[in-house]
């Protein structure tokens, strides 16, 4: 079974492109774990599709302690499954440099039928240049990786590009580096080309201490469209990533707010309000949360912990 | 209807009576006869001394716990039980080489205490809930920071302030989950008590505290939820800073001026809480003391302006303190032209004829002498001891150290010989030197050794 990680910040593109992956080997027998770091699963109810196993962990990075030993309970219950790929979502602040040596500590009880393909890291174009200095789980995606989409390259120029390419180079000679929007990218042609990455295993850097504090937003009944957008605009400075749904008085809508970019596009699957979202700037968030759904929304979003 | 009053006090609207909150943590095992122990770690005994608290002392609002340590013994900080006072922490786990607690350790409703607590808090809330407000109190997010690093933090202000937000970042979510369970179990008011905060400047309050003490209080807000600071020690210049991070009330001891206090709490429109003079008054005084002591500070922060404020004692009551004393508060709160008419042209008067001064100035070694409140019941007491027990290795060439302490009666008088307004104080040499504000280490190894011939 050809295991696939998909890497890359919050926001970067991943669910994305594990998306169209999962659209293109519709007919291959195909398995997906989806790690979402907040305690709601937003990206696995994105990904479902009839015929798709799926298994979600949410509530921290696989790689870190924090949920490692339900990562490794997945993988060795998708190992007894008849499956070709196991694409594999790693949440958006995933260091995982330690991934093989977790393949090699189950392979006596997986029969070693788990065989880590490759890593394609997603990086955002927009923002890779600026966190990677301040988020040393992103530099490690890019080492691990044997391929790499330089996404979002509608939305920089060509000098960051070339900056940034310069960085990947440096990080990761020998990676693939392919430039996309939206992942567009022949998939078929980017799965062939995945390797093993050559760079070192080592430990992850994914820790309980380094987590960011998140907080997850809920609200009951409808709020209004246009303070909602107000809402997540005012708090977003204060987020590396929002992402979730929304009953507005619209209709329902999906919410993704990463690097500058704030989408709200209609959904059909949501239900209630339920929002991730997760702090750049600590504790002060909640108080930015509360202040703003006062003052825009009557304080009909609340903080649920 | 005692719940009532609080909700409209604490949303700053006039009321016909003088709203009345007893702060009795340990003190109401002694009407019930549990040690300080037996309640604070038994359900039924807490229930039982809580309901009792209520049946005495007619309370319009009032805390289930006062034990500042459960979060503590959670993240794992040692405990020293005592008989009458609440448990005081001798351990501190992010002493030393600096860490940051694991986020698996955030309590939860199955950590340490708080299965009882919680229950304790449904079944009072369940008895008297429609008729008393009920007061959760939380260990203030810096307290806590101090209880996990110990004395260093006061050093790491200074020298790593960086780690200093990143720990109070992980205490202010401790504060956050600790007040969700209280509001889900019941509770009125989320109190969160932070005396160490009085040892801290203004500046420093709001470069590095702030932001996490109004996490709190706007979590309590969106909860529909009142809050309070309840503070220890001379926080007269912090009270500005802590209007500023959005509590409903503030809640002050002895060291602060009252009235004056309410001036800036006024304009800040926070509701303003205290300040019985415990050990004087409450402990050592007699009826007619207590009685003079509330019709005098009713009379004066009514002249400043009437309403917006809570009479309670200036801290957790003294496990001791006489009954009939508490039951003379009530009644001066309660029925104050009736107690006034009563203590008309009643004086204290304490006795400092026996007290003999030290000659400073011909002694051996310098003479450091600490003057507090209750090193064992009080926070800001007990790291004042340990900023002198830690540097003694680098002054006993050239100084002793004596601890006086307020809730000795027989220190009494060395107190007010010695002219001291605010506790607690160092002083050297009979110099005050070091008031309601712990020094770091090296500080006061220079200071003491400066006084050395």
Not at chain 2, 131 to 141: K, T, W
């Amino acid at each position: 079974m050809d295991i696939i990680l998909l890497t890359g910040f919050l926001g970067s593109g991943k669910t994305t492109m594990l998306g169209e992956l999962l659209n293109e080997y519709r007919d291959e027998k195909t398995g997906v774990i989806v790690n979402d770091f907040g305690k709601i699963n937003v990206d696995a109810r994105l990904l479902e599709r009839p015929g798709i196993k799926m298994a979600e962990l949410s509530n921290g990075s696989i790689f870190c302690a924090c949920i490692k030993d339900k990562f490794v309970d997945s993988l060795v219950e998708m190992a007894g499954r008849d499956l070709s790929y196991l694409f594999i979502e790693a949440s958006g602040l995933a260091d995982p440099s330690n991934m093989e040596s977790i393949l090699d500590g189950i392979a006596g009880i997986t029969g070693g039928r788990l065989k880590l393909r490759g890593s394609i890291c997603i990086v955002d174009g927009e923002t890779f240049g600026e966190l990677s200095q301040v988020l040393p789980a992103l530099p490690k995606q890019v080492e691990q990786a044997s391929v790499i989409l330089l996404n979002k390259r509608d939305l920089i120029d060509d000098e960051t590009a070339a900056d940034i390419n310069g960085m990947l180079k440096s990080l990761n000679p020998q990676a693939y580096v392919i430039e996309t929007s939206y992942c567009r990218v022949d998939l078929r042609a980017v799965v062939s080309a995945l390797k093993k990455s050559g760079a070192q295993e080592s430990d992850s850097v994914n820790t309980y201490e380094s987590r960011p504090a998140t907080l997850i937003l809920g609200a009951d009944g409808q709020l209004n469209k246009a303070s909602l957008e107000s809402f997540i605009r005012s708090i977003a400075p204060y987020t590396y990533r929002i992402k979730g749904f929304a009953v507005t008085d619209e209709g329902g809508v999906q919410i993704s707010y990463a690097g500058h970019q704030l989408q709200i596009t209609d959904s059909v699957i949501a239900e209630k309000t339920e929002m991730v979202a997760i702090s750049s700037a600590g504790i002060k968030l909640l108080s930015q949360v509360t202040e703003a759904s006062t003052r825009l929304l009557d304080g009909k979003i609340k903080v649920n912990l | 209807m005692g719940k009532e009053l609080i909700f409209k006090t604490l949303r700053h609207e006039m009321t016909e009576e003088t709203p009345w909150v007893p702060f009795a943590g340990v003190h109401a095992g002694k009407l019930t006869g549990y040690t300080a122990e037996e309640m604070l770690t038994d359900e039924d005994k807490l229930v039982e001394s809580l309901l009792e608290v209520n049946k005495i002392y007619t309370p319009d609002g009032m805390p289930i716990i006062f034990d500042l340590q459960v979060e503590a013994e959670i993240l794992g900080c040692e405990l020293m039980w005592a008989k009458d006072n609440p448990p005081s922490v001798k351990s501190h786990p992010c002493a030393g080489e600096k860490s940051i607690p694991c986020s698996c350790k955030i309590p939860t409703e199955e950590s340490g205490r708080l299965p009882m607590i919680l229950s304790a808090m449904k079944r009072v809330k369940k008895e008297i809930g429609d008729d008393v407000a009920l007061y959760g109190l939380i260990c203030g997010p810096f307290t806590l920071a101090s209880h996990l690093r110990g004395t260093d933090i006061f050093m790491d202000m200074i020298a790593d302030q960086e780690y200093v937000k990143q720990l109070m970042n992980y205490c202010a979510q401790v504060s956050v989950e600790m007040a969700r369970m209280y509001i889900d179990a019941g509770m009125d008011v989320i109190a969160v008590v932070d005396p160490l905060v009085s040892q801290v400047s203004p500046k420093h309050i709001e470069l590095l505290l702030s932001d996490a003490f109004k996490a709190v209080f706007d979590y309590c807000r969106s909860r529909d939820v009142f809050s309070s600071f309840f503070v220890c020690g001379n926080a007269t210049k912090q009270i500005e800073v802590m209007c500023k991070m959005g509590p409903d009330g503030i809640s002050i001891d002895e060291n602060v001026n009252m009235p004056e206090a309410k001036k800036t709490t006024d304009s800040y429109n926070v509701t303003i809480g205290g300040n019985i003079p415990l050990t004087t008054t409450m402990l050592y005084g007699n009826q007619n003391d207590n009685m003079k002591a509330v019709v005098d500070l009713i009379d004066s922060l009514d002249a400043v302006s009437k309403g917006n404020y809570i009479i309670s004692p200036g801290c957790d009551m003294p496990y001791a303190t006489p009954v009939d004393n508490t039951i003379s508060v009530v009644h001066a709160v309660k029925h104050t032209d009736s107690a006034r008419k009563m203590i008309e042209n009643y004086e204290t008067v304490v006795d400092t004829s026996d007290v003999e001064i030290p000659d400073y100035a011909n002694a051996d070694k310098v003479i450091v002498e600490l003057f507090l409140l209750d090193p064992d019941q009080c926070a800001a007491c007990t790291y004042m001891l340990a900023a002198v027990e830690d540097v003694y290795d680098k002054i006993s060439d050239v100084a002793e150290y004596r601890v006086y302490k307020y809730c000795v009666k027989e220190d009494i008088p060395r107190f007010v010989k010695m002219g001291l307004k605010n506790l607690p104080t160092i002083c050297i040499n009979g110099e005050q030197r070091f008031i309601s504000i712990i020094p770091s280490s090296d500080e006061l190894v220079e200071t003491i050794r400066s006084y050395a011939k």
